[in-house]
């Protein structure tokens, strides 16, 4: 106890006076601008916090958006060449088919100039084997006939002619 007693009561007044002022100048003009930026900075903080949880909501929503949007990308590309492929089959098939109908088509032509052609070839030998048959004909018949004879075969000829 001797302890309290060399206390000296007025300077400890004084100082724990001075000291209150102190606390409370610091309290009224730094600790309440303190609190108030620590304050706005939890506040930023929080929004910063809240900010990047939407972004990361709206990026997942996107990502899912994106991978719907290349599924859908890539159903119609498997169907624009599926229906590329049933064209370039049914394409194929027009092409062989017009093929053949040509091929056909020159096929019949074809017979038909061989026949023409055959024709006007039997029609030719005709007229040499006609021609031929006269020529031996007048041979014969000049070896044979004398000029009597010739004038009657003519005259008969001529009227048997003359009669149709």
Known sequence: MEFIADIQWGNALYQLLIFSLLLW?????ALKPLLGVMKKREQQVNDNLDNAEKN????????????????????ETQAMIDNATKM????????IDNAKEEAERLKESA??????????????????????SVAIATKVIEKE???NEQEKLIDSYLKEVGNE
């Open 56 to 75: 990361r909501v709206e990026a997942e929503e996107y990502l899912e958006q994106q991978r719907e949007e290349l599924k859908q990308a890539r159903e």
């Open 25 to 29: 100048v610091v309290s009224r003009w």
């Open 111 to 132: 017979v038909a100039d061989i026949n023409r052609e055959k024709e006007q070839a039997l029609e030719s030998v005709r007229d040499q084997v006609a021609s031929l």
């Open 145 to 147: 006939l004398d000029e």
């Open 88 to 95: 370039s089959e049914q394409q194929g098939k027009e092409i």
